[in-house]
């Protein structure tokens, strides 16, 4: 897509937006190495199934592991149609409400695969009391979809709703907590269990 537009392109072009919606711009060449990155995104998530220690669960969520290779190189090619719209057509797209769009989507789609996972070291919410729990993953997976998923939805209607910068603020706060809630959660669980099997 970049080497096709690349004539076309300007020879500065956008590569940072702040939450002011100022631009950064760059040199056009830097963005080979960006549109490399999901050509290296791509070919690297199935090496990691065949790395990891647990390899062996991978072909028991081998769809849910395969979407979620679609769903993340998805989100890159559109991070990177974004830019080259942004260098043809400056102003045409609001990026930050784009972007907050995007990351809502994928958090949705994620949130529905989530569950699924089985236990390994690279997918998922990898919390160290999840990984050595069967019972503490399952119910921490379950969970962070769910917080995945109604959290993408909450940043999915912000975007037509909040101005950007309190948009870009609320995003972040999302994230911290879709991270934060499981986390301490996966903690308390596994000591459950832990306590359960001591009595």
């Known amino acids: 897509m970049v080497a096709v537009l690349y004539p076309k392109l300007p020879e500065m072009v956008p590569v940072h937006w702040d939450l002011d919606g100022g631009v950064t711009y ?47 190189l998805v989100f890159m090619i559109v991070m990177m149609s974004i830019t080259l719209t942004e ?15 995007m990351v809502a989507v994928m958090f949705i789609l994620l949130g529905n695969l989530m569950p699924k996972f089985k236990s390994n070291f690279f997918t998922g919410m990898k919390t160290p009391w999840a990984l050595s729990n ?5 119910k921490t997976q379950r ?3 769910r ?10 209607i912000s975007c ?4 950007e910068k309190q ?14 809630i499981p986390t301490v959660m996966s903690y308390l669980w596994y000591q459950q269990e832990a306590h359960g099997e001591e009595k």
């Open 26 to 72: 760059g040199e056009k060449i830097k963005l080979f190495p960006l549109a490399g990155l999901s050509l290296v995104f791509g070919i690297f998530m199935p090496f990691l199934a065949k790395i990891d220690p647990r390899k062996q669960n991978y072909e028991r969520f081998a769809d849910a592991y395969f979407g979620t290779r679609i769903i993340l």
């Open 87 to 101: 260098s043809l057509y400056p102003g045409f797209l609001q990026v930050g409400r784009v972007v907050c769009a």
């Open 143 to 145: 969970l962070g979809g």
């Open 167 to 180: 948009l870009f603020w609320g995003t972040m706060g999302i994230m911290l907590l879709i991270c934060l």
């Open 160 to 163: 037509f709703m909040v101005p």
């Open 134 to 138: 069967e019972n503490v993953w399952n």
């Open 147 to 156: 917080l995945f998923f109604f959290g993408g939805l909450v940043i999915l």
